[in-house]
Each structure stands twice: as structure tokens, then as C-alpha cells.
């Protein structure tokens, strides 16, 4: 592969790396007007459960740790401007902590509870690149063979962008999803999307439709930026070869196997199943509007599952442990390109690596309207944290980043693992202002 540069060429958009310290800006901007933040009484945290054998630097693995997690998902809730956060710890098989802040539905001021689902965003994005890979492995498809073999005439320039490069987000393919005809982009936007979009259901050669509209960003291999068209693409790929939808497989492979009872991969259903967080945006005119049932089919395989925090640490338990993949096609998943100039992170085939103060971990994050959803684990599958929180008030983006890294930081190494200081916000004028106002996209 030629030398990958990280970038994106799309003037005026934030680019979405799926990772870092990037993260906790989005949760800051996602919202539809920055405002002063509601007097929520975060509700206590659920106890910690018993501990468990393990490493030493794990979060949860020590008696007393539970109540410095508990602050920390709290922290989320009054300076990150959440409605609600949810959080669980494994460690070598066994959930040591789980934990929820906030208010699961503002309007009954129903308390979060650490078992409730929520939607997950681009985490879906590793599900389906797993079962890529385990289609490697039977030998029905080939990582660095175009996508025209497997999907002839349906991909511009599809003879020279391989199945890797869709994978990994090196494809060059615009991201349809920065048309503004499919998804919001600021408040001007939002009423057709609350009233019309927000219930529209998608093929998936639709959006693929949208995306060929757009010459390539850049070369294929020339560069990275994240694109959700890349595994829109994945997702048809998968029906061709096998003859069932991505969320078919996804089920027999993956659900079904790990007894993840509580995650589904919807395609068309509008609501969540069982007890869940509501979504929400705020609108510039202080109006609350609750996201939680929208049609997942405008995020296809590149976001529409819908999980817990228990399910997603064990699916990252099994897949970094090795009972999903192969070695040698774990080893290609775990194959990064860059996406930051210092090297801290990385993104591989639908899993990223980001550095904390503790070492390397392994995962993906995920946003959709009203969510954003980060899994971590160590390479070893031993150690695993999972978070979802509601982006809701906003408010100041250093509190917002400063409090998702110590929720991060602490889940992941130990609540006594000090959180080096985030990066402030561009100083840029406006720069504030602009992230208090921005719209959440698929991520």
C-alpha cells in the first residue's frame, strides 16, 4: 500500500476519526445550541460487582474502585452535558463494574440503568467487518482484490478500490451521508428530517447512488478519511456473496453464537427494543426532541445495530480473544493505517487503536442522532470497557472532552490513573460557538 496521509478533503467538515481525543469534542458538539446545562441530580451508579482474577492496571479489579468509576460516569452527566451515561468493565471473562448516570427518559425522569440498550453507531461497523474477515478465512473473498470482482458496475472507480481499502477508509468514496438530501446537517435541515427523513427507509443501491454522485475524494491508498459509503458497500457485498443481508449473517455468525441476547441489527424497525436511554437533540429555540425511534436503514452496515454495554464488552472479549477470527485474520484487522501525525492512532479493518497512559487498546466508537457509543479492550482480549452516553446539552468542550477522557482513561487503566490534560479548543473565532452548535452525523 503507498504511504496513507490522514486528512479530508471536505472544506468546513470536521473530520471524523472514530477515535481519541476527537471523540470527546463530538460529544461536546453534539447538540443543536449550546446551553446552560439542565440541574440533573445524577442517580447513583449501580454497586461494583465482586472482584475478579486479573491484571492489576484493571479498572474495577481492586476493592473501592467502584465509587471513583461511579464519579466518573457522573462527571459525564453534569460537565459533558449527557442525559444519560452507562458503562461496564470485564475483566478476564467477568463484569467487575457496571455503572449508570442520568435520567433514562427526561420526560418521567426514569433513572439509566447500566442494562439498557441504545443505539451504537459505526461499533456496528466492527460486527460487519468481522464477518469479512471470516469470509477470508472460507476463502469467498480476497482482501486486496477490487470490489468490481465482487460487485461488478456498482462501485465509481470500483476496479481500483480493493476490499481493504473499503475496510480501513482508504477507498477515497465520498461519504454519503454529507449530502444534505439524507441526513441533517445543521438546524436548517432538521425540520425535514424530523418530519420526512427521520422516517424514510433507504436501499442500500440508493445510498451507493448518492455517494457515485461525487467524484473520489482522493486516490484509493493515497490517503484516510472516513467514509460510512465504504461499508455500505461491505454490507452489499456480503448479501452477494452469501445470498442474505449483512444483518443475516451478523445474527448466525456473531449474535447468535456469543448469546449477545440484547443486540440486534435492525433493518427498518424504527424502535428499540426493551429498556433503553432515549436520544434526544436540542434545538437552537431550547426544544427538546426525542431521537430515540428513527429508521435505521440511512445507516445500513455502516451504523444501524443497536446493543448494551454487557453485549459489546463481551463481543470484545471474543473477538480480540480469538473465538471469532482466525489468527492471521485477526492479525489483518489489527493493521492500522495512521490517522493522527503523532501515530496515537490508528484504524485498521473496521477496529481502531488509540494509545492511553496504561498501553494500546482496541475497539470502535460510534454516534448516531442522540448516542455516541465508545468500546475499548486490550489486544488480549483480557480487559474490556464499554460507554454509551446521550449527547444532549452541551456546553463548555473542554469540561465535555476532559470529563470523557478521565471516563475513559480511569475505565480503561484504574481509577487512580492520572488523565493527561486534553487539548484545548480551536481558538479560532468562532471555533466555540461552532461546536455548540453542530449536528451529530453517523460516525
Known sequence: MPDVQSSDPRAGRARR??????????????????????????????????????????????????????????ALVTD???????????????????????????DTGAAARPDGRFRI?????????????????????????????????????????????????????????????????????????????????????????IANRYAPDFPPGRQWSYSNTNYVVIGM???????????????????????????????????????????????????RVDVSELNPSVAYAAGAG?????????????????RLLRPAQLKEMMTTVPVDEDGRYGYGLGLTRQTLPCGDFWGHDGGIAGYATFLLGDAAGRHQV????????????????????AALVKTACGPDTPVPPAPKAPAAPGARAQALTAVPGLR
Open 237 to 287: 457485498m456480503i448479501e452477494k456473496i452469501t445470498g442474505r443481508t449483512w444483518n443475516q449473517e451478523v445474527e448466525r455468525r456473531i449474535i447468535r453464537p456469543l448469546g449477545l441476547d440484547r443486540t440486534t441489527m435492525p433493518a427498518g424497525s424504527t424502535t428499540i427494543p426493551g429498556r433503553y436511554a432515549h436520544g434526544y437533540l436540542k434545538r437552537a429555540s431550547g426544544e
Open 17 to 74: 476519526t472514530g477515535t481519541g481525543r476527537a471523540a470527546a469534542r463530538r460529544i461536546a458538539a453534539g447538540v443543536l445550541a449550546g446551553a446552560a446545562l439542565l440541574a440533573f441530580a445524577p442517580t447513583a451508579s449501580a454497586a461494583g460487582l465482586p472482584p475478579g482474577p486479573g491484571d492489576p492496571a484493571a479498572a474495577g479489579a481492586r476493592h473501592g474502585d467502584s465509587a471513583a468509576l461511579d464519579r466518573a460516569l457522573d
Open 306 to 322: 443497536i446493543s448494551t454495554t454487557d453485549d459489546l464488552a463481551r463481543f470484545n472479549a471474543a473477538l480480540l480473544g480469538g
Open 121 to 209: 453507531g459505526s461499533v456496528t461497523k466492527t460486527f460487519v467487518s468481522t464477518v469479512v474477515l471470516q469470509l477470508v478465512a472460507e476463502g469467498r473473498v480476497k482482501l486486496d482484490e477490487p470490489i468490481e470482482r465482487y460487485l461488478p458496475g456498482a462501485v465509481r472507480g470500483g476496479e481500483g478500490i480493493t476490499v481493504r481499502q473499503l475496510l480501513n477508509h482508504t477507498s477515497g468514496l465520498h461519504d454519503y451521508l454529507a449530502d444534505p438530501s439524507v441526513y441533517f446537517h445543521d438546524e436548517a435541515d432538521l425540520d425535514s428530517w424530523l418530519t420526512t427523513g427521520r422516517w424514510t427507509t433507504y436501499r442500500p443501491q440508493q445510498l451507493l447512488d
Open 386 to 405: 464499554a460507554l454509551s452516553v446521550n449527547p444532549y446539552q452541551g456546553g463548555d468542550p473542554d469540561r465535555a472532552a476532559a470529563a470523557l477522557d
Open 80 to 106: 459533558a452535558g449527557v442525559s444519560a451515561a452507562l458503562g461496564e468493565v470485564r475483566d478476564h471473562g467477568r463484569a467487575v463494574w457496571r455503572g449508570a448516570s442520568g435520567r433514562a427518559d427526561l
